[in-house]
């Protein structure tokens, strides 16, 4: 094993003890990005001046004393989230130039507990997708089975953790992206309670769902990147000014004493037999680490997908206008400034953002704005009070992470087939509750040649966390899924 | 004007509120400065910046809805407001919609004459305004036709109060006279620089005429780009006139909206309903509701100043001071503070409106020193007015005496002990003045009796003269007549 193998927790330990530099660390994991970067294609920006200057100025506070959580720790930024001086395009072309004037919070965060940014990585674009197939700039594979998407939007932050080209991943999560490809890429992906990371920054798909959270390969790095990166922002009015109890110092050893919700409505059957029997096989491992499991019922979610597609292309027809030519960013030419505009969006904008800014457009326009944008937040309503009324009755809920393994390359080629990805992590989002996905085993997807990751979702209630953390870390620990499998990088090495 | 017509007239405002730093970001709101220099991500609408709403700008705005007793919803909220322009930096504007910080609400004004009247408030809602374009090679300065534009962010994203008026006002001269009030109020509450010319004031009037006594209303139209309340006046005016041609040929009012030429002294059809945006407002989802403590709109209730209509209404009807003084009393807050404690201990509010009107204010012009802010105490003037409403001193001495305390002489009544100052009123010692006098000019005296009656002033001029000023000119002028007389 590698070093640049070694978890997020291990690597800042040894560069805080002084055992390995974080200039060493970095320089490690430049040269692997180097060796397997052509094949995976994690990043659109690979960071190398810029990671070897922040790990100079790591080793010298670590030398000045300074107690860092994230001590050289090497990670990978999404490109939707701004970096002073980076590159940050969001995979598309009408940023494809853009030079960040600032840093987001969540960045900043993980920079002063450390961290070092090797690169950013590739995304659907303006995160609008599960696959990573909508990036405009680049292809990102599955580190698995390079014939796989590595899952989206934040496919890019996922492959480079499992490839081991950053040690965390940071994503951005709207209905799932980054639990799917959490889950996709054998990885604990994690999103946060709406509010508790601040999104400045973060360049909006629909602001009323974003949520920056960590992908990485144990629970408990995923814990330390979150600790580094929640609380109250002053810069960002959502972010809720509560006390973050630490999660990383915190992580449980069983689930003794937790209910589990298993919902009546995610029945794993209709995902075939291959993966009812590994998520059957999970929800006994629960219940073997001392968890009581009870069936709860969200009779609302199954209009999850629906709601979704009305409230967040709304939310982006309008988060997208500002790309519009006059001040960055992209600009095609036009005979006055209304064909300007509309020259330059119909250039800078794929097919798919296209097509959510007109659903938005049309679901908020006069006439419609009832029917579409009023109904679904009242649907959004309903889905969250099916939450609340189930978290009575239970600590924790599980279900599927995503309603299939990794697939490969233009599987999913009508836009609704892949909106579907999200069944099971929509609801969540729509609620604003925290969950994750978690590794829960194998299976050979049909035509497949290797087996590849399945993910469990956990959920909990807002701002619970440290409790659905430390559940995931118990379980994590008493099954060891993650650690079955290798991502096939030897073949690949440049 | 046709009598067979009478025009309905709403008048909407945005004002540009004087708080600190802008509506969502902290760049400094200050007007003018070099272009793009009080500028941010967050009010150039950068990818990922994000607003956080300026707790001043909440208050003043709740301020001002309670000056107006408007209602203070305990929810309100902000919306986005979508439409492509290029001043605006993300394309929409944040605004409220359906549910505005304030609700409700009366502006009092009056009219010339003195006559109060009222009318109606819709709502008062807060939003930002946008930056300013500059169109080069159009020659007219507008967007079309012109090679190229320049846009300036620094007034992006200043706090902007829109006050939306119900369509009450009947003329040109109410809708000034209510803009007036609305002014002066929004200066007292310290909301506002509200200057027209800078732009921290601007509206826009809607216009209809109906038949006299009808209780419909016509079709509107609404007119733009009125720079000064000399032009809200004319372009009202010259709306309704055009309305009322229109309908008396038995035509139709088209609703559009109407831009004024203050040169030709017309308006013109900017775009009709028709080309009307749909602004696609939904709730913005970058900020949490709008929720004021009741204890907090208690405090600012409890903190409101004194306001320029019930000034003007204490001052008219209590005080029996004109219209017209009584307008400039309240014209600036700090003056009207001022004469309010001169009238507080003396009992002649005329004099105090006539000394703090005349004299403090030929001063505070000559000195560049505001009245208020003057070695003039209020309790000073109030005393030197006791000195002439007991015929201590004549109004020579007084307006001598104001010169000297503006210069710091401190009171008027120890002046007037210490030099001796004090009124003559004695007959007996001005009649001996007067004796002198004459004795000395018998030309003149001489030219009186042959009937050159207007040497008279020069006679009275000479005792008073002679008294350094202290007689008491009433008692100069009727002995000097009875001596030239006998």
Same mark, same amino acid.
């Given at each position: ?59 010298? @506070?670590? @030398? ?114 980054? @639990? ?194 009023? @109904? ?119 | 004007m046709n009598a067979r017509y009478e025009a309905v007239i709403g008048v909407e405002c ?30 150039? +609408? ?61 502006v ?9 009247r009222e009318c109606r408030l819709t709502r ?6 946008? +930056? ?31 006050c939306v008026s119900e369509p009450e006002l009947r003329s040109g001269a109410e809708a000034v006279a209510y803009l ?23 509206c826009d009037a809607n216009v209809s005429i109906r038949p006299a006594g009808s209780a419909e209303l016509g079709t509107k139209t609404e007119i733009k780009n009125m720079?000064?309340?000399?032009s809200v006046e004319r372009a009202i005016e010259s709306e309704r006139a055009r309305q009322i041609e229109i309908l008396s040929n038995g035509g139709r009012i088209v609703q559009e909206t109407r831009g004024w030429d203050?040169?030709?002294?017309v308006t013109h059809s900017m775009r009709s309903k028709e080309e009307a ?210």
């Amino acid at each position: 094993m590698e070093y640049i193998e070694k978890s997020a927790a291990q690597i800042a330990h040894d560069v805080r003890t002084r055992v390995r530099s974080a200039a060493e660390v970095t320089d490690a994991t430049l040269a692997h990005v180097e060796s397997v970067e052509g094949a995976v294609g994690a990043y659109l920006t690979v960071l190398a001046d810029s990671a070897r200057a922040h790990a100079a100025r790591v080793d010298e @506070r670590v @030398r000045n004393g300074e107690k860092l959580a994230l001590a050289g720790v090497p990670v990978a930024v999404k490109d939707n989230m701004c970096l002073d001086g980076s590159r940050t395009t969001c995979g598309s072309k009408i940023l494809e130039r853009w030079i960040a004037p600032y840093t987001a919070t969540a960045v900043a965060r993980m920079l002063e507990a450390g961290a070092v940014p090797i690169g950013k990585a590739n995304c659907d674009e303006f995160a609008m997708g599960s696959s990573c197939e909508n990036s405009a700039l680049g292809v990102t594979r599955n580190p698995y089975d390079l014939t796989r998407v590595p899952g989206g939007s934040s496919g890019g932050s996922a492959a480079a953790v499992a490839a081991y080209e950053a040690a965390l991943g940071m994503g951005s999560d709207t209905g799932g992206s980054i @639990r799917e490809p959490g889950a996709f890429c054998n990885l604990v992906g994690f999103k946060p309670t709406y509010g508790r990371i601040s999104r400045y920054g973060l360049i909006a798909f629909a602001s009323s769902l974003d949520q920056i959270g960590p992908l990485a390969r144990t629970v408990e790095d995923a814990a330390l990147a979150y600790d580094a990166m929640a609380g109250f922002d002053p810069m960002d009015a959502t972010t809720v000014d509560r006390p973050v109890e630490a999660a990383a110092g915190a992580l449980r050893e069983d689930l003794r004493g937790l209910r589990v919700g298993m919902v009546r409505e995610f029945d794993s059957a209709a995902l075939g037999a291959a993966l009812d029997a590994l998520y059957r096989a999970a929800y006994r491992d629960l219940e073997r680490l001392g968890a009581e499991l009870v069936e709860v019922s969200l009779p609302t979610a199954a209009y999850g997908v629906a709601t979704y597609y009305l409230i967040a292309p709304a939310e982006c027809s309008s988060n997208l206008a500002r790309f519009d030519g006059v001040r960055y960013g992209l600009r095609v030419e036009g005979d006055d400034v209304r064909s300007m505009y509309d020259r330059t969006r119909a250039a800078g904008f794929g097919p798919e953002v296209k097509r959510r800014i007109l659903i938005g457009t049309h679901a908020l326009s006069s006439g419609y704005y009832d029917a579409y944008y009023v @109904r679904a937040q009242k649907a959004r309503t309903l889905i969250a009070g099916d939450f609340e009324r189930a978290f009575a009755q239970c600590d924790l809920i599980a279900c599927p992470a995503a309603s299939c393994p990794a697939f490969e390359f233009g599987a999913k080629s009508d836009p609704y087939s892949m909106y579907l990805m999200d069944y099971y992590t929509i609801p969540m989002a729509l609620a604003g509750l925290p969950a994750l996905s978690v590794p829960c085993g194998w299976t050979t997807p049909e035509g497949g040649r290797v087996p590849m990751p399945v993910g469990l979702q956990l959920c909990a209630p807002l701002f619970a966390e440290k409790l659905l953390l430390g559940a995931a870390r118990a379980y994590e620990a008493a099954t060891g899924h993650a650690l079955a499998r290798r991502p096939e990088l030897e073949s690949v090495r440049a | 004007m046709n009598a067979r017509y009478e025009a309905v007239i709403g008048v909407e405002c945005h004002v540009e509120l004087k708080t600190k730093t802008k509506m969502f970001c902290g760049c400094v709101n200050a007007f003018g400065g070099e272009p793009n220099t009080k500028i941010c991500p967050v009010c150039l +609408g950068m990818p990922g910046a994000l607003p956080v709403p300026n707790a001043q700008a909440i208050e003043l705005i709740i301020a001002a809805g309670l000056a107006f007793g408007a209602e203070i919803p305990a929810f309100s909220k902000f919306d986005r407001k979508n439409y492509f322009y290029p001043d605006m930096p993300k394309d929409y504007q944040i605004s409220q919609y359906d549910m505005p910080l304030a609700i409700g609400g009366t502006v009092k004004y009056w009219l010339e004459d003195g006559t109060m009247r009222e009318c109606r408030l819709t709502r008062i809602h807060l939003e930002e305004d946008t +930056g300013k374009s500059t169109h080069a090679g159009s020659g007219d300065g507008r967007i079309a036709g012109s090679s190229y534009s320049l846009v300036d962010f620094n007034r992006a994203g200043v706090p902007l109060m829109e006050c939306v008026s119900e369509p009450e006002l009947r003329s040109g001269a109410e809708a000034v006279a209510y803009l007036e009030s609305l002014r002066r109020t929004l200066l007292a509450l310290g909301v506002s620089d509200v200057k027209m010319e800078e732009g921290s004031l601007r509206c826009d009037a809607n216009v209809s005429i109906r038949p006299a006594g009808s209780a419909e209303l016509g079709t509107k139209t609404e007119i733009k780009n009125m720079n000064s309340f000399r032009s809200v006046e004319r372009a009202i005016e010259s709306e309704r006139a055009r309305q009322i041609e229109i309908l008396s040929n038995g035509g139709r009012i088209v609703q559009e909206t109407r831009g004024w030429d203050e040169v030709n002294g017309v308006t013109h059809s900017m775009r009709s309903k028709e080309e009307a945006h749909d602004y696609r407002y939904f709730p913005e989802p970058d900020l949490v509701p709008l929720e004021p403590s009741r204890a907090a709109v208690e405090r600012l209730r409890a903190a409101l100043p004194v306001l320029p209509a019930q000034r003007f209404e204490r001052y008219t009807s209590q005080l029996g001071i004109g219209s017209k003084q009584a307008t400039q009393l309240v014209e600036t807050p700090s003056l009207g503070a001022y004469f309010d404690r001169v009238v507080a201990c003396s009992n002649n509010a005329q004099q105090a409106s006539n000394f703090v009107l005349g004299d403090l204010s030929r001063l505070a012009n000559e000195t560049g020193v505001a009245v208020a802010e003057s070695a003039v105490s209020a309790e000073h003037l109030a005393e030197l007015i006791g000195l002439v409403d007991a015929k201590r001193i004549n109004s020579k001495i007084a307006k001598e005496l104001l010169a000297r305390m503006w210069d710091g002489a401190g009171s008027p009544a120890a002046i007037v002990e210490r030099e001796g100052l004090a009124q003559t009123t004695d007959p007996g010692a001005i009649a001996a003045f007067v004796e002198e006098v004459l004795s000395a000019h018998p030309s003149v005296v001489a030219e009186f009796k042959a009937g050159k009656s207007n040497v008279m002033g020069f006679l009275v001029g000479q005792v008073m003269k002679a008294s350094r000023g202290k007689a008491d000119p009433a008692l100069v002028n009727e002995l000097v007549r009875t001596k030239l007389s006998s």
